[in-house]
């Protein structure tokens, strides 16, 4: 086990483009042994106030790097073109996946599912994470994914199943005669019919059989993918569609054209502000703006020469991530020829964080000497 964690931790390390990643290990009563888990951090996760709470998406297979590897780094490249939030994932490697998986039938409780809905659970909270939680499963995790969301329908904000068999009737059946599960946070993927055959036939055989069903949850047929690449392929899709209103929630803020000019004269900068609070959410969960919509937002302000709105969003930045150095010097810039010493703070404060939040990095060294020749100009050294 200590060679498939080196070799998983060094695949992650490789391909998570600067992420943190936090190796988790704790006893699990459940399983009756030392289990690890791994935290995949975002990038601005060290800027954070707790009031950013981060969704999380639970990846089983932890222990196949063919398919963890590729499904975080579908995930990164989504969050890296805002078509989803920002969140922990949570890689869990299995030790014996048939037995950890085998479904019994509906009720009675599997250790994985114990392990993941209790203490992981608990284990998660110095995290700070979001009640928007999503599990992703591929073959024989997939239908234990489906077991796992028909018994905690609450716990879970959806399900992803990438091609499914085992025990599928049984599943199908249960979610059929159940009440109060929303069979919309369902999510299934399938692959060829000729190259993922005897998921498919099953897959098709269901379809037939029980039709109200398939009718009410999301389906992704990748009609031309074997079973093992039918993950690659549907993930980024179904996340995309968990998370279809994200991309475009602050749509309406600040709107320019193509000469970057505001299109409607802004409300009162408390408006303003109200309006980005209302927008802040995913669904029915609070997600207020990320690093990059604060910029986004604050620029085209600043661009049509707004400076006390784009300060007053920047401010909104520094309650989010009071860690984030860059905020501190656009005030600083913003409050420079009104308020020196505030700018002041702001300029001093950013210096400190430079010097003691941020690691290393090419260009680090250049804006600190630029914050030390700001303040021998306007005599604060």
């Known amino acids: 086990m200590k060679n498939i964690n080196f070799i998983f931790l060094f695949i992650v390390s490789a391909i998570a483009y600067g992420q943190e990643i936090d190796t988790l290990s704790f006893y699990s009563k459940a399983f009756g042994d030392e289990r690890t888990v791994y935290i995949c951090k975002p990038e601005f996760y060290k800027y954070k106030s707790d009031s950013v709470k981060l969704p999380v998406i639970y990846l089983l297979d932890g222990q196949h ?4 590897k590729p499904i975080i780094s579908d995930i990164h490249y989504l969050r890296f073109t805002k078509e989803i939030p920002s969140a922990l994932i949570v890689v869990i490697p299995l ?3 048939t037995k950890e998986c085998a479904i019994v039938d509906l009720k009675t409780e599997l250790s994985l599912d114990k392990f993941i809905t209790r203490e992981l659970d ?3 909270i110095t995290y700070n994470p979001s009640e928007l939680k999503i599990i992703v499963g591929h073959s024989f995790t997939a239908s234990f ?6 018994n905690h329908p609450n716990y879970y904000t959806s399900v992803i199943a990438n091609s499914p068999y085992d025990q599928m009737e049984m599943l199908v059946e249960g979610f059929e005669q159940s009440e109060v599960i929303d069979k919309s946070k369902i999510s299934i993927s399938i692959g060829s019919s000729v190259k993922d055959i005897a998921h ?3 897959y098709d055989n269901l379809k037939v059989q029980f039709p109200s069903f398939f009718e009410s949850i999301y389906t992704f047929e990748a009609g031309y993918s074997t079973h093992n690449a039918v993950p690659i392929v549907a993930v980024p899709t179904l996340l995309t569609k968990v998370f279809e209103d994200y991309r475009n929630r602050f749509f309406e803020i600040a709107q320019v054209d193509m000469e970057y000019k505001l299109i409607n004269k802004p409300g009162s900068i408390s408006e303003e502000l109200n309006k980005i609070r209302v927008a802040s959410k995913i669904g029915n969960y609070d997600y207020p703006p990320e690093i990059s919509d604060i910029n986004g937002i604050a620029s085209r302000y600043w661009n049509n020469e707004l400076e006390e709105y784009a300060a007053n969003i920047y401010e909104l930045g520094v309650k989010y991530y009071p860690n984030y150095y860059d905020f501190y010097l656009s005030l600083y810039e913003l409050t420079l020829d009104n308020d020196k010493e505030t700018s002041r703070k702001y300029l001093e404060r950013a210096e400190l964080l430079l010097k003691t939040a941020e690691n290393n990095w090419e260009g680090k060294l250049e804006i600190i000497k630029e914050i030390h020749a700001e303040k021998i100009k306007n005599g604060w050294q």
Do not use: M, N, T
């Open 65 to 68: 790097e063919w398919f963890a």
């Open 200 to 202: 498919r036939k099953k």
């Open 145 to 150: 994914a489906l077991y796992s969301f028909y």
């Open 95 to 97: 030790k014996d996946r």
């Open 122 to 124: 608990k284990e998660l």
